[in-house]
Nanobody
Framework: QVQLVELGGGLVQAGGSLRLSCAAS????????MGWFRQAPGKEREFVAT????????DYADSVKGRFTISRDNAKNTVYLQMNSLKPEDTAVYYC??????????????????WGQGTQVTVSS
């Protein structure tokens, strides 16, 4: 069982930045691909970004490319999402997820085995 705890959400003005972090309890954190998803009110959960176990591969949703950066520190069992140039449409609950997949990445929610509780990000116009 892997527990994930997200931190770093909050309220920010459009054009601002936030950094989310997600701490994992996994003993072999490097064996997990990690992902960030988000869900806005009345909408389905959507993929944001993913990173492979060794950090060598990443992928992003088109809507966040060039603005968001996913990274990880395996020594700290933590994955990050740096969000720059935030827009009101980025407002959502952001979820961290882990997939037991040592060498790949995953862009679909069904691929993930464990989920965090979510953290609210609100971008005001």
């Amino acid at each position: 069982q892997v527990q994930l705890v997200e931190l770093g959400g909050g309220l920010v003005q459009a054009g601002g930045s936030l950094r989310l972090s997600c701490a994992a309890s996994a003993r072999t954190f490097r064996n997990y691909a990690m992902g960030w998803f988000r869900q806005a009110p009345g909408k389905e959960r959507e993929f944001v970004a993913t990173i492979s176990g060794n950090g060598g591969r990443t992928d992003y949703a088109d809507s966040v490319k060039g603005r968001f950066t996913i990274s990880r520190d395996n020594a700290k069992n933590t994955v990050y999402l740096q969000m720059n140039s935030l827009k009101p449409e980025d407002t959502a609950v952001y979820y961290c997820a882990a997939a037991l997949r040592p060498f790949g990445i995953a862009t679909t929610a069904v691929s993930y085995d464990y989920w965090g509780q979510g953290t609210q990000v609100t971008v005001s116009s």
